[in-house]
C-alpha cells in the first residue's frame, strides 16, 4: 500500500490526510478504493471534530437527525448539489421565521458546502512537473499531479494545451468537469502498461464512461481499447447493447475501429435478412430432431410477427413456396410409396414430419399475407386427395391438418381467396378431413376443433347459397352418422336455415 495526500482547502487551517491506494509499478494511478475513502474520512472527522455542543430544549414534536455519513468522489458531487440547492432556499426564504436548530444545522451544511480538494499523485513521488486540476460542480476539484511527457504521449488534447504554456511547471485547469472519478481514471491508464487487463475488470457501463472522457482528451490507445473490449464482452439485454450502440455511432474520433462493435448488430451484406432467413428455413425443414425443429419454428414465427414484414425482401416469398413445392413433391412420394407397401412406419413417420413443415410455412405465409397461393396449390392436389383415401388412418390424417389451417385462415380472413378457389378446397378436401378428424382430435396435441370448426363454417358462408345447402346437406349426413367424431357445424347450419326462412 501507498499513501497519498489529501488537502481539504477550508477557511482556517489546512489538514493533511493520509489514503490508501492501489499502486502499480509505474506509481500511483488510481482513485482511492471507496471504503478505504470512507474509513478514512470518517476517522478524521471524528479525531478532528470540536467538542460538542450543549443542546438547546428540543420542542416536543421534533424528529431525531441523522448524521451525515462520509461519501466518494462520485457522490460528495451530487451531495454538493443539493446541500447547496438547500442553502439557497434557506437563504431565499429569509421571510419565514426558522427556530434556532435550524439555524444551527443551515449553518453547518454551508460550511459543508465550502469547496473541496482532494489531491492525487502519478508516478514516482515529487517527480512530477505538471498538475492538472479538475474543476466539478459546486467548487468541488481534483489536483493530479502528474507528468508532461505522459500527458503528451498519450492525449492531443493536452498536447495542444501544454504548447500553449510556457512555464516549465505547467498547470492546467478542466472546467465544469462532469465526471471526475472518470476523468482521474482515465488519466490514470496513460501511466498503465496493459490497459486491456485493467479494463477487464469494468463493466460496460463503466468502460463506456471511459470511452467518453478518452474521446475529449484525444486519448486514441484507450479509445481502441475500450473498443476492444466492448467488442468482446457480453452485452446484457437491449438497453445495454442499445447504450453501446449509441455511444459507439457518437464516437468523432478519425482511425478507431468501430466497425468489429457494429459487426455485432449490423451485417455489411448486400441482402442479409432474405439470406438469413431462407437459410433458417432450410435447416429447420432438414432437421430430424422433433423438438429442436419445434422451437426453431416458433422463434422463426415470433421474429416474422415482431418484424411485421419489414426488411425482408418480397422475393423472400419465392424462397417459402419453392419449399412448399419440396414438402408437397415429397408427400406425393410417400404416399405413392405408402400405397405400394414399401415401409409403411418409415413413411407414416415422414409423412407426420412433412404435414408438421407444410403447415409451418403456411404459418409464415400467413404471417406475410401472401398465402392465396397456396390455397390454389392445396386445392388442386387431386392426386393426393385420392391416394388420401387408401391409406390407413394412421398414415394419412397428419396431412388434414393443412387443410385445417386453410380453413382457419379463411376464417380470420389471414388470406382471401376466389370463390372458386374456396369451393375447389372445400370440394376436394372437406371430406378427407371428416374421415379423419377424430384421428385429428386424439393424435394431434396442437389441434383445435372449434377453431377449425369455426374456420369451416365461416368459409361454408361465403359462398353462394346454393353452394351453402349443398356442402352443408353433406356435411349433416357424416355428422348423424359420425356424431363426435365428425365437425360440428351447426352454428354455420342455423344460419344458412334462418337465411331459407327470410
Not at 438497453?239 to 455489411?268: D, F, H, Q
Not at 438469413?276 to 415470433?302: A, D, F, G, H, N
Amino acid at each position: 500500500m501507498a499513501e497519498i495526500k489529501i488537502g481539504k482547502v477550508q477557511q482556517g487551517q489546512t489538514k493533511i490526510r493520509n489514503v490508501p491506494v492501489a499502486v502499480t509499478p509505474e506509481g500511483f494511478w488510481c482513485c482511492p478504493s471507496p471504503v478505504a475513502f470512507q474509513k478514512t474520512l470518517n476517522k478524521h472527522k471524528q479525531q478532528s471534530s470540536p467538542p460538542p455542543l450543549q443542546p438547546l430544549p428540543k420542542p416536543k414534536h421534533t424528529t431525531t437527525e441523522k448524521k451525515p455519513s462520509s461519501t466518494t468522489i462520485r457522490s460528495v458531487i451530487a451531495s454538493d448539489e443539493n446541500q447547496q440547492n438547500l442553502a439557497n432556499s434557506d437563504t431565499t426564504l429569509h421571510s419565514i421565521a426558522v427556530p434556532a436548530t435550524v439555524q444551527e444545522r443551515s449553518q453547518r451544511q454551508k460550511v459543508e458546502t465550502l469547496p473541496r480538494k482532494v489531491a492525487i499523485e502519478f508516478g514516482e513521488p515529487g517527480s512530477s512537473d505538471a498538475k492538472v486540476i479538475l474543476v466539478g460542480k459546486q467548487g468541488f476539484c481534483v489536483k493530479l499531479s502528474v507528468h508532461k511527457k505522459v500527458l503528451v504521449d498519450h492525449s492531443s488534447f493536452f498536447t495542444n494545451k501544454l504548447a500553449e504554456k510556457d512555464s516549465v511547471f505547467a498547470c492546467l485547469e478542466i472546467e465544469s468537469c462532469e465526471d471526475a472519478e472518470i476523468y482521474v481514471e482515465t488519466i490514470g491508464l496513460m501511466y498503465c502498461k496493459d490497459m486491456k487487463q485493467r479494463l477487464m475488470k469494468q463493466n460496460v457501463s463503466r468502460v463506456l464512461r471511459v470511452l467518453k472522457v478518452a474521446e475529449l482528451l484525444g486519448f486514441s490507445l484507450c479509445i481502441q481499447c475500450c473498443l476492444d473490449y466492448l467488442e468482446a464482452v457480453p452485452w446484457v439485454g437491449e438497453e445495454e447493447e442499445e447504450k453501446v450502440i449509441s455511444s459507439i455511432l457518437r464516437l468523432k474520433t478519425e482511425g478507431v475501429g468501430v466497425t468489429p462493435v457494429l459487426k455485432r448488430v449490423a451485417s455489411t451484406a448486400v441482402d442479409p435478412p432474405k439470406e438469413t432467413l431462407s437459410r433458417i428455413i432450410e435447416l429447420v425443414l432438414r432437421s430430424k430432431e422433433e423438438k429442436s425443429r419445434r422451437e426453431m419454428k416458433s422463434i422463426v414465427l415470433k421474429l416474422l410477427r415482431e418484424q411485421n414484414g419489414a426488411n425482408v425482401a418480397d422475393n423472400f416469398n419465392e424462397t417459402i413456396y419453392s419449399s412448399c413445392q419440396n414438402c408437397l413433391d415429397s408427400v406425393l412420394s410417400l404416399f405413392k410409396q405408402a400405397c405400394e407397401g414399401e415401409k409403411p412406419e418409415m413413411d407414416t413417420k415422414q409423412i407426420a414430419v412433412e404435414a408438421d413443415n407444410l403447415t409451418w410455412l403456411l404459418d409464415v405465409l400467413a404471417e406475410r399475407q401472401a398465402a392465396e397461393e397456396f390455397s390454389i396449390t392445396w386445392a388442386n392436389q387431386k392426386e393426393l386427395a385420392l391416394l388420401h383415401e387408401k391409406l390407413p388412418l394412421m398414415s394419412r390424417y397428419h396431412i388434414s391438418r393443412v387443410t385445417s389451417r386453410l380453413f382457419i385462415g379463411i376464417g380470420r380472413g389471414e388470406l382471401l381467396p376466389s370463390k372458386d378457389t374456396r369451393l375447389l378446397l372445400l370440394t376436394t378436401w372437406l371430406q378427407p378431413l371428416f374421415n379423419d378428424y377424430n384421428w385429428l382430435q386424439h393424435g394431434c396435441r396442437s389441434f383445435d376443433g372449434k377453431l377449425v370448426e369455426e374456420g369451416i363454417g365461416r368459409t361454408i358462408l361465403t359462398l353462394p347459397l346454393e353452394d351453402q345447402q349443398s356442402i352443408l346437406m353433406s356435411w349433416l349426413g357424416s355428422f348423424l352418422n359420425g356424431g363426435d367424431g365428425c365437425p360440428n357445424l351447426q352454428r354455420a347450419f342455423e344460419i344458412r336455415l334462418q337465411k331459407s326462412d327470410e
